[in-house]
Nanobody, 116 residues
Framework: QVQLVESGGGLVQPGGSLRLSCAAS????????MGWYRQAPGKQRELVAT???????NYADSVKGRFTISRDNAQNAVYLQMNSLKPEDAAVYYCNSPTMAEYWPWGQGTQVTVSS
């Protein structure tokens, strides 16, 4: 049974940094592309960063140059390093696979608040 557990969110001032973690289980993790999504109040969930099984990365324009996605296949984990945070980055952040999100259950997410 697939399980995704996000952690690492919190309250940070504008310009600050956070590192999110996602622990995955119930699948052969190394075979799947993974991504970080976010959903702000009143908005649709959006994909902000992806990493393929080979480690190739892609980012939404809104976070390019500020966020870095990485993975550790030995730990079945995916990370999101977020730097230069802006108030508009505030959201609940989730991990899932862009190719399997229709089938895998979503975790509880981790709240990121950016405020002075």
């Amino acid at each position: 049974q697939v399980q995704l557990v996000e952690s690492g969110g919190g309250l940070v001032q504008p310009g600050g940094s956070l590192r999110l973690s996602c622990a995955a289980s119930g699948m052969i993790f190394r075979l799947y592309a993974m991504g970080w999504y976010r959903q702000a109040p009143g908005k649709q969930r959006e994909l902000v960063a992806t990493i393929t099984s080979l480690g190739n990365t892609n980012y939404a324009d809104s976070v390019k140059g500020r966020f870095t996605i990485s993975r550790d296949n030995a730990q079945n984990a995916v990370y999101l390093q977020m730097n230069s945070l802006k108030p508009e980055d505030a959201a609940v952040y989730y991990c899932n696979s862009p190719t399997m999100a229709e089938y895998w259950p979503w975790g509880q997410g981790t709240q990121v608040t950016v405020s002075s």
